[in-house]
Antibody, heavy 125, light 107 residues
């Protein structure tokens, strides 16, 4: 059974860097896309970005300059770093696995199948 | 960015009802459309991909249809465990975007 587990600090100070890790168990890390998605309290879902197992990344332009997503295939972990956080970055952060779902407009696209349980990160001094 | 609009934003239904949720994309996305179910305090659960394909283990009471810009999620006979918020999401182009959600409540 594939499982994803987010970990990291639950509290980050404004202007600092949010750092989270997603650890994959029960399945392969290779061939998949590993995304980060967040959900502010009481609100909807926002895709942050992904890393493919081959190292390719793609981030949401709304956050692009503040986001770095990396991966370590040997430990089956994906990591998210979000710099210069503010209260608006307070959210539950999820990691999700993506399976390749087609090729369109020059891109391979993927759909989510497994999600982590999520981790609440609060930005506050 | 492709905007995803769900309707209604909430609905009240009874156990046994047939429920339909609509999702509209701001431009054509072929069939690159997914649906998720989220219960309070829990992570989203993947229900459907490619507009109408059920993920493994998802009961057949859930069905999806549509292509291009208009899509629907149907629950054939609503059960107590189906009361939740449902989201659509397009994966035709980046950035990936979600609808605002439809909350299905007990009447």
């Amino acid at each position: 059974q594939v499982q994803l587990q987010e970990s990291g600090p639950g509290l980050v100070k404004p202007s600092e860097t949010l750092s989270l890790t997603c650890t994959v168990s029960g399945g392969s890390f290779n061939t998949y896309y590993w995304s980060w998605i967040r959900q502010p309290p009481g609100k909807g879902l926002e895709w942050i970005g992904y890393i493919h197992y081959n190292g390719n990344t793609n981030n949401n332009p709304s956050l692009n300059s503040r986001v770095t997503i990396s991966a370590d295939t040997s430990t089956k972990q994906s990591s998210l770093k979000l710099t210069s956080v503010t209260a608006a970055d307070t959210a539950v952060y999820y990691c999700a696995r993506g399976q390749r779902g087609g090729y369109t407009s020059g891109w391979y696209v993927h759909f989510f199948d497994y999600w982590g349980q999520g981790i609440l990160v609060t930005v506050s001094s | 960015d492709i905007q995803m609009t769900q309707s209604p934003s909430s609905l009240s239904a009874s156990v046994g009802d047939r429920v339909t949720i609509t999702c509209r994309a701001s431009q054509g996305i072929s069939r690159y459309l997914a649906w998720f179910q989220q219960k309070p305090g829990k992570a989203p659960k993947s229900l459907i991909y490619a507009a109408s394909s059920l993920h493994s283990g998802v009961p057949s009471k859930f069905s999806g249809s549509g292509s291009g810009t208009d899509f629907t999620l149907t629950i054939s006979s609503l059960q107590p465990e189906d009361f939740a918020t449902y989201y659509c999401q397009q994966y035709s182009s980046y950035p990936l975007t979600f609808g605002g959600g439809t909350k299905v409540e007990i009447k």
